[in-house]
């Protein structure tokens, strides 16, 4: 028997993705078949999706998915058929140096970065899957070590989003940083990362968690999430960053950088106190460079941590994220503000190049 799945596909970098027919290949060892439930739409794949960053073409496009396993490879015995998994786009290699440290995140040699499967074959015939595991398709073929088995009532939706932003985001605040309660804490940017931050500040015991976006529009939700204080940023930094230091009695002791671009990387940077620490989460177009006063930054013992998938390791990060957010203590749904279907995924990204939207996700 066949699998057919309709998938979006980027036919090459900088051009519409295009909702096609694909026929899947059967699992094989090491292998599983997820039928999608969830994918959200992330500022990544547009990244993709408008050419800034290169990546192989043909490509079934989505990182940030869950869905149920329906077909297991021989051997294999997690997941098993019938469960919920969120999807991880970061399979390490096991052997690099970052691996050996327990480093996973920052494996540079991961198969997920040749978008196949791990022996270079393709799950679609002749198109790669975006990260190995293609979310934007009704069905997908992956690693079985992508596919991370969830406690049983975690709504899909939001499976899929701990698939990305929200490991990334709450991950950044209590992994990366390590954030000790009662700090102050600033969020640059209110998507579904941001906001993510914002969560893991929460969780983190936060004293004042302060939410900065150019849209006001975007407080409301960074309220619901935990925000304690918003500012209004306009195109004066150096007004943001007096907000910031009246707002947290001279400086957030840490900024978040959940937009991905160079100014607000600066602003982070700038708005730092004393021994304060400026964490970068937002990826950048490829080549952007910051720059910042190394005078002070020394003199005042501040530090710059980069952050990737919020220091993740998937199987021990994903099940605690899904347990948090069936208790209520990540609020993972209320970032969802828009869901669609596969076929409105241009328009998607249209909304998203507009500022519209926390977090739009294709229901399947
Ligand atoms: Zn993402
Ligand atoms: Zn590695």
Not at 184 to 210: F, H, N, Q, T, W
Not at 266 to 287: D, F, K, Q, R, W
Not at 330 to 349: H, K, S
């Amino acid at each position: 028997m066949t699998v057919t799945a309709r998938a979006a596909v980027l036919e090459s970098v900088g051009t519409p993705a295009v909702v096609r027919v694909l026929e899947l290949i059967e699992p094989r060892a090491g292998e599983v078949r997820v039928r999608m439930l969830a994918s959200g739409v992330c500022h990544s794949d547009l990244h993709v999706r408008d050419g800034e960053w290169d990546r192989p073409t043909p490509i079934v496009m989505g990182h940030e998915g869950a869905g149920v396993v329906e077909a297991v490879g021989p051997g294999v015995t997690t997941p098993r058929v019938g469960e919920l998994v969120a999807l991880s786009w970061l399979i390490p290699c096991g052997r690099c140096r970052s691996c050996r440290r327990g480093h996973v995140w920052a494996c540079p040699d991961s198969p997920s970065y040749r978008h196949t499967l791990l022996d270079g074959e393709t799950a679609f015939r002749g198109v790669r899957s975006y990260c190995a595991i293609a979310t934007m398709a009704e069905a997908s073929v992956v690693p079985a070590a992508a596919a991370i088995p969830l406690p049983a009532g975690t709504d899909p939706a939001a499976a899929a989003l701990i698939g990305c932003c929200v490991t990334t985001g709450v991950g950044a605040v209590l992994k990366t940083a390590a954030v000790p309660a009662g700090s102050s804490v600033a969020v640059l940017g209110l998507g579904g990362v941001g906001l993510s931050c914002v969560m893991g500040a929460v969780v983190a015991g936060a004293s004042r968690i302060v939410a900065v976006d150019r849209v006001a529009a975007r407080f409301d939700a960074a309220r619901a999430v935990g925000a304690t204080d918003t500012v209004l940023a306009g195109d004066d930094a150096a007004a943001t960053a007096a907000a910031l230091r009246e707002l947290t009695d001279g400086g957030p002791d840490f900024v978040f950088e959940a937009i991905g671009r160079v100014e607000t990387a600066e602003l982070a940077i700038t708005s730092l106190p004393l021994g304060g620490t400026a964490v970068l989460v937002g990826m950048t177009p490829m080549g952007a460079r910051a720059s910042f006063d190394v005078y002070p930054f020394v003199d005042g013992s501040r530090r710059i941590l980069g952050s990737n998938y919020g220091f993740a390791v998937p199987a021990v990060d994903f099940p605690r994220y899904a347990a948090w957010s069936v208790e209520g203590r990540l609020p993972v749904t209320r970032l969802i503000d828009r869901r669609i279907g596969l076929d409105d995924i241009e328009d998607a990204f249209a909304a998203m190049r507009r500022g519209e939207y926390t977090r739009q996700v294709i229901e399947f």
